[in-house]
Antibody, heavy 119, light 106 residues
Framework: QVQLQESGPGLVKPSETLSLTCTVS????????WSWIRQAPGKGLEWIGY???????SYHSSLKGRITISVDTSKNQFSLKLRSVTAADTAVYYC?????????????WGQGTLVTVSS | SYELTQPPSVSVSPGQTATITCSGD??????ACWYQQKPGQSPILIIF???KRPSGIPERFSGSNSGNTATLTISGTQAMDEADYYC?????????FGTGTKVTVL
């Protein structure tokens, strides 16, 4: 049973870079697609982007230019960097696994980590 | 950009059937899936590829997808099914989530 665990600062200042890491256990990161998904307080789910170990990436169009998702296969981790954050980026951030789009769904999720953007 | 629209809320009596719709342009040409999210918890996958249930998901959850609408049906709704439900599909390499539906079991 694969498990995902997010980690990173819970508070980020406006204009700075939000950095989160997802550690995958119970399975190899060298397969599947690895996504970040966020949920602003009281709001719905918003997909941010994915990384596949082959190097394939896809990012949400509204966040393109501010996002980098990368994978460290040696540590079985993948990471999110979101630059130039504002209060609108305050959310619970989830990491999740899926198979290849467009057939696949997000079948494993981390517990989520709340990131607040505030000075 | 592609959008998936759900009713904000659905109310159902225990034991009755709850139906949640998800509308999007030619959604039937895509694969739809559904997630259940309870307060303070991560979403869990309950339906994938329109109508398949992952291991461990009760049979009372079923799905369909045709035309512009995907539908999640909860038969014999139980109190434990009270949660938010989100549909999701892929559009040109981007994952799109529906607006979400809060199911209340009265």
């Amino acid at each position: 049973q694969v498990q995902l665990q997010e980690s990173g600062p819970g508070l980020v200042k406006p204009s700075e870079t939000l950095s989160l890491t997802c550690t995958v256990s119970g399975g190899s990161i060298s397969s599947y697609y690895w996504s970040w998904i966020r949920q602003a307080p009281g709001k719905g789910l918003e997909w941010i982007g994915y990384f596949h170990y082959s190097g394939s990436t896809s990012y949400h169009s509204s966040l393109k230019g501010r996002i980098t998702i990368s994978v460290d296969t040696s540590k079985n981790q993948f990471s999110l960097k979101l630059r130039s954050v504002t209060a609108a980026d305050t959310a619970v951030y989830y990491c999740a696994r899926s198979g290849a789009p467009p057939l696949a769904a997000f079948d494993s999720w981390g517990q989520g980590t709340l990131v607040t953007v505030s000075s | 950009s592609y959008e998936l629209t759900q009713p904000p809320s659905v109310s159902v009596s225990p034991g009755q059937t709850a139906t949640i719709t998800c509308s999007g342009d030619k959604l039937g040409d895509k694969y739809a899936c559904w997630y259940q999210q309870k307060p303070g918890q991560s979403p869990i996958l309950i339906i994938f590829q329109d109508n398949k249930r992952p291991s461990g998901i009760p049979e009372r959850f079923s799905g369909s997808n045709s035309g512009n609408t995907a539908t999640l049906t909860i038969s014999g709704t139980q109190a434990m099914d009270e949660a938010d439900y989100y549909c999701q599909a892929w559009d040109t390499g981007t994952a799109i989530f529906g607006t979400g539906t809060k199911v209340t079991v009265l």
